[in-house]
C-alpha cells in the first residue's frame, strides 16, 4: 500500500512539475512575443511618421514656391514620383500597426486614433492647395493661387506636421509603458499582465 502511496505521489509531483515547466515556459514567451510586437509596432510608426514628415514638408516646400520658379516642375515631378511612391510604399508597411493594436494592444487605440485624424488633417489641408479644375484654378489668378498654397504650406509646416509629432511621440511613449509593464509582470500574474 505504502509502494502504492509512493507510486501516485510520484506520478502527482511529475505531472505537477511538468505543468509548471509548461506554464513558466509559456509566460516567458508570451512576455517575448509581447515585447517583439511592441518593437515591430515602434518601428513601423517610426518609419510611418519619417515617411509623412518627410512627404508633406517636401509637398510644403513646393507649395511655398512662386509658379514661375526655376525648378518647379522637376520638384513637383519628383515630389509626384519618388516621395509619392514612397509615401505609398509606406502606407502598404503601415498597415501592420491598427493590426497589432487591435489584436494586441487595444490599449494604445486612442493614441493610433489620434495619429490617424492628424494624418487625415495633413491630407485635408494639402488638398486645399491642389485645384483639379482648370477652369477654377485659372479664375483664382496667379497671386490668389500662390497665396492659398503658401497658406497651405505654412499650415503644413506650422500646426499639422507637430501635431502629428506629438500624437505620434504620445503613441512612443505608450508603447514604451506598456514595455516597461510587460518586462515588469510576474511570472505569476493572470494572462492580461
Given at each position: 500500500m505504502n509502494a502504492l502511496l509512493t507510486y501516485f505521489a510520484g506520478i502527482a509531483t511529475t505531472i505537477a512539475g511538468a505543468y509548471l515547466v509548461h506554464f513558466l515556459t509559456h509566460r516567458r514567451w508570451w512576455k517575448e512575443y509581447r515585447l517583439r510586437k511592441l518593437e515591430e509596432l515602434y518601428l513601423a510608426l517610426q518609419s510611418h511618421e519619417i515617411a509623412i514628415s518627410e512627404y508633406y514638408t517636401r509637398s510644403a516646400a513646393y507649395l511655398i514656391r512662386p509658379e514661375d520658379a526655376e525648378g518647379l516642375e522637376e520638384q513637383e515631378e519628383t515630389l509626384r514620383t519618388d516621395y509619392l511612391k514612397a509615401l505609398q510604399e509606406d502606407e502598404k508597411k503601415a498597415a501592420v500597426i491598427p493590426m497589432i493594436v487591435n489584436i494586441y494592444f487595444r490599449d494604445l487605440s486612442p493614441a493610433w486614433q489620434n495619429v490617424e485624424a492628424a494624418k487625415e488633417k495633413l491630407r485635408?489641408?494639402?488638398?486645399?492647395?491642389?485645384?483639379?479644375?482648370?477652369?477654377?484654378?485659372?479664375?483664382?489668378?496667379r497671386t490668389q493661387r500662390e497665396a492659398i498654397s503658401k497658406a497651405v504650406a505654412l499650415a503644413i509646416l506650422r500646426e499639422h506636421i507637430p501635431e502629428l509629432a506629438a500624437f505620434t511621440k504620445e503613441m512612443f511613449a505608450k508603447i514604451i509603458r506598456i514595455a516597461d509593464e510587460v518586462k515588469e509582470n510576474s511570472l505569476w500574474l493572470s494572462e492580461n499582465g
Open positions: 485635408v489641408e494639402n488638398r486645399k492647395a491642389v485645384l483639379i479644375d482648370d477652369r477654377k484654378r485659372e479664375a483664382l489668378g
